[in-house]
């Protein structure tokens, strides 16, 4: 993250490993893949980030650089011990480190300064979230959304959180709202997609993947969905073109070559 005396980037995004990329199974091709780690997010981007004052916003930045971060934060309560951004952060950087345990006391102690902190309950939620503690996790985000209906990243954030109850429709209503919001959000996009394949509503998965690339041409998985959801319609130029835009758009693409391969093995 980069530094600043305004404030940090609030990121969202929920992760999934990337070795779910072309898992094969029984009559499958490559299954689709979602919940995607943004190119310039850390370990846990969906940890909303803010030092200055409420809603400063900047450009965000990858966790290269940043091993000075804590140290600061510390020194920083250290004149400011009631200083909820600064504890915020702190609890960010401890979670992105897998100090879940950390990062929940950091967060905490953000609250208990300023109870009504929407990206500390936003950072909150989706560590318990993680954790698999979803009563806490919804008790969060919820509050977060009642303060802050209009925020993407927390309509994003309980988008998510339902997909993992598996409440599809209304992860759709949350993950749509959070695209409504910021229309160049193309996680919310891709993993709208998902939704939609899953309730086998192929057109509108389409239509989101698609949306997805227009948004951001280098975003790997809408291409790999769009192919697979193809594939499954048994329209095999489709995929193929697909594929082929994503190795245009990203030449040294190694999950984009195997994917061709596994397409060109078909009968």
Known sequence: MQSSNSGFQRLSQAAVSRSHFL????????PFVGWRLPAAAAANPELAQNSGGPGTKQAAATQAGTAWMPAYLEQTLKLR?????????????????????????????????RPG???????????Y?????????????THALDIQ??????????????????????????LQKAAE??????????????????????????????SCIRVNPKFDQAYLNLARLY???NDKEKARAVLQDLLRALPESATGKQAMDVLNSLP
């Open 23 to 30: 898992r094969l199974a029984a009559g499958a091709l490559f």
């Open 81 to 113: 011990p009631n200083y909820p951004e600064a504890w915020n952060n702190l609890g960010m950087m401890a979670a992105q480190e897998g100090n879940a345990g950390e990062a929940v006391q950091n967060f905490q102690q953000s609250l208990l300064l």
């Open 117 to 127: 902190y929407a990206t500390a309950l936003l950072n909150l939620g989706n560590v």
């Open 129 to 141: 979230r993680r954790q698999g503690d979803f009563a806490k996790a919804q008790e969060c985000l």
């Open 149 to 174: 209906p209009n925020d993407p990243e927390t309509n994003y954030s309980l988008g998510m959180f339902y997909a993992q109850q598996n409440q599809l429709p209304r992860a759709a209503d949350f």
């Open 181 to 210: 919001l910021r229309p160049d959000y193309p996680e919310a996009l891709n993993n709208l997609g998902v939704l939609y394949v899953r309730e086998q509503e192929y057109a509108k998965a389409e239509e989101q993947f698609k």
């Open 231 to 233: 594939v499954m319609q």
